[in-house]
C-alpha cells in the first residue's frame, strides 16, 4: 500500500478527465492498476521504477551557478543582458545569465558526476528563455539510461551510443556471482549513478529529453545515421528494398514502431518497456498479447 495514489476528487463526481491516463503518466504510474466502480482511475499505483524525491537543500546549486556566470536577480539590469535567460530554483528566481547552454551543460555535468543529488530535475525552456532547478521534495521521477551527446576519448564511448558499457554489466553480473570482501568495492545500482549511466527524469525534464525505447532501436538510429551520410541514393534505395523483402518473407516477425529518421538526436533510453506496469501489473504473463 506504500506504493499507492489517492486522487483528492470526491468519488461522485461526473467528470472524467481526472480518472483517464495521461500521458505525462508514463512509468510514473501503472497503466493497468486501478480498482473498479466508484474509485477507478483516481485511485493508482506507481510503477516498478517510480521514485518519490525526498529533496535536497539549494544553496549549494545556487553558489556554483554565481561562480560560473549567473547574475543575481538583484543586481540585474535589463538593459545590458536584454535577452539573458532567466534561473529559477524551486519555482524563486535567483538571477539571470547570458550563456544559458554552457550553464546546463555545467550543473547537468555536475548531477552526472555525483556533485549534487541525483534526484535534481534541470529544466531548460528554450522558447521562454528560462532555465528551472528543482531539488524539493514529493516529486515522482524514473531512471533511464543516459546516451552519450558528444565523442568521449577517455572513456572510448562514441557519440550516440549508451553511456553504459559492457565493462560495466560485467562487473556488475560478477558481482552478483561473487559479491567483493569490502562492501565499498561494489558497484551495485548507486554505481551506474555515480557513473552517469542511469539518470533520474521527473516529469517535467522528461518533457525536454529525447527518450528511445530499446537499446536495439538506437543502434539502429545511429546506422540509419551512418547510412545517410556514407550511402550513396542507389545504395539507399537497395538497402530498403533489401529490408522489404525480409518482412514479406517473415510473416510471423513482430512489427516494430519504425524509428523516425528526422529525430536530431536520442538523449536517453528506456531501461525496458515493462517498467510502465506496476507490481502487479508485471505478474501478468504475456501483458502485451490479446487475451485468448
Known amino acids: ?47 516498478l521504477m517510480c521514485y518519490v524525491s525526498v529533496g535536497s537543500p539549494a544553496d549549494p546549486l545556487v553558489e556554483f551557478m ?47 558526476k555525483s556533485y549534487v543529488q541525483f534526484e535534481v530535475s534541470l529544466v531548460r525552456d528554450i522558447r521562454d528563455r528560462e532555465f528551472k532547478i528543482f531539488s524539493d521534495a514529493g516529486r515522482v521521477m524514473r531512471p533511464v ?8 576519448y577517455e572513456t572510448g564511448i562514441n557519440k550516440g551510443q549508451l553511456v553504459l558499457t559492457k565493462e560495466l554489466v560485467n562487473r556488475i553480473a560478477q558481482e552478483q556471482a561473487e559479491p567483493p570482501a569490502d562492501p565499498a568495492d561494489k558497484i551495485g545500482w548507486e554505481g551506474l549513478i555515480r557513473s552517469g549511466a542511469v539518470e533520474y527524469l521527473d516529469a517535467e525534464e522528461e518533457e525536454t529529453a529525447m527518450i528511445c525505447m530499446t537499446p536495439e532501436d538506437l543502434e539502429i538510429y545511429r546506422e540509419q545515421k551512418q547510412d545517410e551520410i556514407n550511402l550513396t541514393e ?49 505478474i501478468i504473463p504475456f501483458p502485451d498479447h490479446n487475451q485468448v
Not at 539510461?145 to 568521449?152: A, G, I, K, L, S
Open 234 to 282: 542507389e545504395e539507399k534505395r537497395a538497402k530498403q528494398e533489401a529490408e522489404k523483402r525480409e518482412q514479406e518473407e517473415e510473416r510471423n516477425k513482430r512489427l516494430k514502431t519504425k524509428v523516425n529518421p528526422t529525430t536530431h538526436m536520442y538523449t536517453h533510453c528506456e531501461i525496458h518497456p515493462s517498467m510502465i506496469l506496476g507490481i502487479c501489473a508485471s
Open 145 to 152: 539510461f543516459t546516451v552519450q551527446q558528444e565523442d568521449d
Open 66 to 112: 554565481i561562480n560560473r556566470g549567473m547574475e543575481v536577480v538583484e543586481e540585474y539590469e535589463p538593459t545590458r543582458y536584454p535577452h539573458a535567460t532567466k534561473v529559477f530554483v524551486n519555482g524563486s528566481w535567483v538571477g539571470v545569465h547570458p550563456d544559458p547552454r554552457q550553464l546546463v551543460n555545467a550543473v547537468l555535468d555536475t548531477r552526472r
Open 1 to 47: 500500500h506504500l506504493r499507492r495514489t489517492n486522487t483528492p476528487i470526491g468519488r461522485d463526481g461526473k467528470l472524467a478527465k481526472p480518472r483517464q491516463l495521461h500521458n505525462t503518466h508514463w512509468g510514473l504510474v501503472c497503466p493497468a492498476e486501478t480498482p473498479e466502480g466508484q474509485a477507478c482511475g483516481l485511485v493508482k499505483n506507481l510503477s
